[in-house]
């Protein structure tokens, strides 16, 4: 009885946590320079800059399944960010292209 116990509390703690990591949140992170940024950003936003989306989105989010949304002026750097994310073995990258495609694609008004 009591190894029935602990395979139904593996399971329940199995699916739970393939429950809570398919069900997360998208990020969204804008790979545009600072001063872009500061003229126009998205509330909650993350902002790191192309060249260094590997270093800070491995401390930010290691889980390597989690559906990273990235947008720049017109999709160039984060097609380049992209690039790298998925060489670092990210697996759920979408280039959204610019920071007004991403409001569109998200329903946000100015």
Known sequence: MRLINIKSI??????????????ADPVWID???AAEHMIDSIEGD???SHDQ???V??????DLDTEINLYCRSGGRASKAKT???A???????????????RQIRGITE
């Open 10 to 23: 593996f399971l329940y703690l199995f699916i739970a946590s393939f429950c809570a990591s398919s069900n």
């Open 31 to 33: 790979v545009r320079s």
């Open 46 to 48: 993350t902002r790191i």
């Open 53 to 55: 989306i590997v270093d």
């Open 57 to 62: 989105t491995k401390k930010l989010h290691p």
């Open 84 to 86: 790298a994310l998925l």
């Open 88 to 102: 670092a073995g990210y697996t759920n990258i979408n280039n959204t292209g610019s920071i007004n495609d991403a």
